[in-house]
């Protein structure tokens, strides 16, 4: 769960599967004369689209803390045996829908304890300090896996759509954790005759309202407007995290539209 306290108490919650249907619909948009699509693109997208499915049973259940008057924010949540095994839930299921998108999910999870494998330079990845015993275990397990599954494909490819896939999540986290401001993404590769970890850089300038300018635009579409689900609760203030829960719920959902254009 993505988590925003506001300054008069109200919460802006967006759920970690509505930002990756955001990347989703970044990943169905890209292309033009300046940026190949993805060879792979139903995989890819899907991969996309899904790459937080391990975050379906947390957002069953999100957790509130009355004392703090808090709701813990996706970085702030544990990869305690239950968060593992939603992670893990999470990838049998993509991996048996779309093999291919499987593989991409499986490399982005463990990418995230990985420093995203060198595939981006900025923005800087936030570090969570020395994996504890389980979450190495975790992630050697699926990296051996991967590794397997590799042997039987274009590596070369592969690596282009994950780097991919880290723009994308990325340049989506950007938009749904606060208010958009001027940033620069290194590197977003514009093919797949790029090597692993180069690229274009895309700077993204807010220009108010929504809109958003980025130099060079890899979108197939300009103007194009894209948004994001969440839910605002007015008050951070509840009696229990039933309360709390019942309140998320209840919310109804709103969208937030970016309209992006050329620079």
């Known amino acids: 769960m993505i988590v925003r306290q506001h300054d008069d108490g109200s919460m802006t919650l967006i759920r970690q599967t509505d930002h990756a249907e955001l990347s989703g619909f970044f990943a169905a948009r890209w292309g033009n004369a300046d940026f190949e699509a993805p060879r792979r693109r139903e995989s890819v997208v899907r991969a996309a689209a899904l790459h937080d499915c391990g975050w379906h049973s947390y957002e069953a259940a999100p957790r509130y803390d009355v004392a703090t008057k808090s709701s813990p924010s996706f970085f702030q949540t544990p990869n305690d045996d239950a968060q593992l095994a939603a992670y ?70 592969f690596d282009i759509d994950y780097q991919l896939l880290q ?30 970890g180069d690229g274009t850089a895309i700077q993204m300038t807010p220009l108010g309202d929504g809109d958003i300018a980025l130099d060079p635009y890899p979108f197939d579409k300009s103007p194009l407007t894209l948004g994001c689900v969440h839910r605002h609760l007015p008050t951070n203030d509840y009696a229990s995290e039933a309360d709390f829960r019942l309140a998320f719920f209840g919310a109804a959902p709103r969208t937030r539209n970016f309209r992006f254009v050329r620079a």
């Open 167 to 196: 723009f994308w999540d990325l340049f989506s986290l950007t938009l749904c954790v606060g208010e958009p401001k001027a940033q620069r993404y290194e590197f977003a590769p514009e093919g797949y005759a790029r090597k692993f």
């Open 88 to 157: 893990r839930a999470g990838l049998d299921w993509v991996a048996g829908v779309d093999a291919y998108a499987g593989l991409l999910v499986s490399r982005h999870r463990t990418g995230l304890w990985r420093n995203r494998y060198g595939a981006v330079k900025s923005p800087a990845m936030t570090t969570r300090g020395a994996l504890d015993a389980r979450v190495e275990a975790f992630a050697a397990e699926h990296e051996r896996a991967q590794e397997r599954a590799l042997a039987n494909i274009d590596r070369a490819e």
